[in-house]
């Protein structure tokens, strides 16, 4: 074999949607450099800049081998000036000057560890570091007006900051279970986002709750969150009511991407499981200069973030493929319904504008049946 031969072509769809992308991928040397120019494009919010340097990653990991060379990236779609002069850099240097000076920056470094409290956005993040604060820790001494959620994210830190694990999703999968059989017998709880698409950690687990009778579902939640609070497992929750009904601007056409359902974000008390408490329960809280609650070392329960959400069945299957991820992967769902199909996907709904009706969906597979895309199994929606 000829030793500097490029790997063939692959032909490669662009949008992320018509393509498998595994969990575990070859390129992340590469995808971890543009993934943080994504992020810090983020973090000054231009949107457009940061959805080029996802798109280029997503790309590298649906390859099915390791770049070695520039040959190795003709024909590949989405990848732009910017992110071939990365990757380039990175190939012959092993690293490269952009990421790394981003990386190092104190904008970036400070931007990432106010944006990792739970609660804060980008927007709250740079108007704090506008005036001066660098970490979570700076929040306390200056007094700065905390909503609920940023005092919860304040207080638990160094725990949604900590992995969680999947023997961790699981047994939470359990209490969910309980809680929704207890209050509305017959409900139907499927795991989705990270976790249903294989992954090992997560930063949180998210649920989506349904029941074969429409209608059952209404007003499930505070009765759910309830059981759960009654049985001390809740640090913190908030549940907002759904307002799909309500709105004005048509069901598939939501103000923002965000859906409509009846949800709740919180934070469960989860006892440790007995074989992390000997030993992993120090190295949650040792070692983090960003805790701001010191919780003693024999503490036998972590904070985990949770999120509920409710559907009605006839919604299901849309609100399964929309909660399933990845974020890039339902992006590019919704630009390939808008763009190539003239429809328009949500987590509620998919509107045919030609025919000017909507389409039903039992299934995953149904909704992408109606897009004309391949079926893709949600263990290869890591986009
Ligand atoms: N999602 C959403 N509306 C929100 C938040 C999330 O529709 N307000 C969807 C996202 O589009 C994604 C899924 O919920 O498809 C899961 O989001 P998230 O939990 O943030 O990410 P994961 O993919 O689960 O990854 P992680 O392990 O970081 O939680
Ligand atoms: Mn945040
Ligand atoms: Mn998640
Ligand atoms: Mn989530």
Redesign the pocket.
Known sequence: PKPFETTPAVKMKSYACQRRTPLKHHNSFLTDALEILAQNAEFSENEGRSVAFRRSASVLKALPHVVRSMGDLKDLPCLGEHSLRVIKEILEDGTSSEVESTRQSEQFQAMKALTDVFGVGVRTADRWFREGLRSPLDLIPTGQKLNHAQQAGVKYYNDLNTPVTKKEAMVISDIVEKAVKAVLPGAIITL???FR?G?EL???V?FLITHPEEGAEERLMPKIVNWLDNQGLLLYQKTTRNSYLESKDGPARPASN??RFERCFSIFKLEQLESDTHTETSSYNSGRAAGTEERHAGSTWRAVRV?LVVSPYSQFAFATL??????LF?RELRRWAGQEKGMSLS?HALYDSKQQRYLRANSEEEIFAHLGLEYIPPSERNA
């Not at 929309?322 to 974020?327: D, E, Y």
């Open positions: 989705t986002g990270g698409r992954k997560g930063h949180d998210d965000m859906d999120d929309g909660w399933t991820g990845s974020k339902e987590s």
